[in-house]
């Protein structure tokens, strides 16, 4: 079993008055690809050093299978990590490179080309073995690296922004045969980002982290609809989540000329924490344009200043028009629109938020509220 468990643990590195990674508790089961992902310093590259042996465990433990690993050297607990760069020998050629780790372990010869002949084959590299790094692209450097960890037939794989090198087309492209790949292997993989569309395409779950601390762990599909915070919800979503500050009027939730229902599930929940405020969020594919003449409730005005073509798709970003709400006026609305039909720069257009598409979420502890 290559089952993978954080037990509270915990890093703090000398001098810090927080921790880097704040009592995290967090499974990945066998066979499992979970993408860790946040923004810079928010703990994931830390969390994934201390599974690999490279950064002490403070407090807490971790255990890989059925052995913890908490205290263990990097070489005892049977992973291999593949980093940012390549870290690949220039003077030795790809099949050298990929069998280097079996040769310091003394595997035997046939056995060591064995692997390295079935590594290049899921890869991809079996034309370039003789070759040296140099003579390869960025994209077939990152695949020797990934050859080099599939060769040694770990329990779990760690990688560390293994993409970010690359340029923009070859990253979607290596990203897609990095999720494939570890499919067909269907080994534990562990896999840092802080690029949230990379983990939304390629990981069964995503961990979301912020501070060192834990902020939700889900399916793709249900982090991006059920976001269990602010924070989440204004992180996952390219492009991002139209959230605001809502004051509460009665059965309503006002912001400016915006004004929208709530249900009586959301008012319990505001009345119990004693608050008359709620932060309210919308995608920019939950709203649809409507006439001038509209003005029910989730409909409010925008005036147009940048609308991105992008074929298939278009987004809208604008301010909202006729308001004096501060909140609001700091705010850039962005919306989904018919490609075939896009507004222009400088125009203004009524906007309805989809009833039942808005997120809600509390002004005091930033949790999601009951809808």
Do not use: W
């Not at 924490?273 to 029910?296: K, M, Y």
């Not at 075939?340 to 906007?351: F, T, W, Y």
């Amino acid at each position: 079993m290559a089952r993978v468990l954080y037990d509270s643990a915990t890093r703090i590195y000398p001098g810090s008055d927080r921790p880097a990674v704040d009592s995290l508790d967090l499974e990945v089961t066998d066979g499992e690809f979970l993408v860790l992902v946040g923004p810079s310093g928010c703990g994931k590259s830390t969390s994934l050093r201390m599974l690999a042996g490279l950064e002490r465990v403070d407090e807490g433990r971790i255990t890989i299978g059925d052995r913890d690993v908490t205290h263990l050297p990097p070489r005892d607990r049977d992973i291999a990590m593949v980093f940012q760069n390549y870290a690949l020998y220039p003077h030795m050629s790809v099949a050298d490179n990929m069998g280097f780790a079996l040769r310091v372990t003394k595997v035997p010869k046939p056995e060591r080309d064995r692997r390295i002949r079935e590594a290049a084959r899921l890869l991809d590299l079996e034309e370039f073995l003789d070759r040296k790094p140099k003579a390869l692209s960025g994209g077939q450097r990152q695949r020797v690296a990934m050859g080099r960890a599939i060769v040694r037939e770990p329990k779990v794989f760690l990688m560390d922004e293994p993409l970010s090198n690359l340029d923009a087309k070859l990253r979607v492209q290596t990203r897609t045969q990095v999720a494939a790949l570890q499919r067909r292997l269907g080994v534990t993989m562990v896999y840092v980002t802080h690029d949230q569309v990379e983990a939304m395409t390629m990981g069964d779950r995503v961990a979301v982290l912020k501070d060192g601390l834990l902020q939700q762990v889900d399916t793709p599909l249900r982090l991006y609809r059920h976001p269990a915070n602010v924070f989440v919800a204004g992180f996952i979503g390219s492009p991002a989540m139209n959230l605001a500050e809502y004051r509460v009027e009665r059965e309503d939730a006002v912001a400016g000329a915006i004004r929208t229902r709530l249900t009586r599930e959301t008012l319990k929940a505001l009345e119990a924490e004693g608050s008359d405020c709620l932060i309210l969020g919308f995608r920019p594919e939950a709203v649809e344009i409507v006439s001038h003449n509209d003005q029910g409730h989730g409909t409010f005005r925008v005036n147009v200043t940048v609308v991105e073509e992008l074929g298939s798709d278009a987004f809208l970003y604008g301010q909202y028009a006729d308001t004096t709400d501060p909140g609001l006026l700091e705010e850039t609305v962005i919306a989904r629109v018919d490609p075939n039909a896009p507004p222009a720069k400088g125009d203004q257009i009524r906007l309805r938020i989809v009833p039942g598409k808005e997120q809600l979420f509390s002004a005091v502890t930033g949790r999601r509220l009951a809808a």
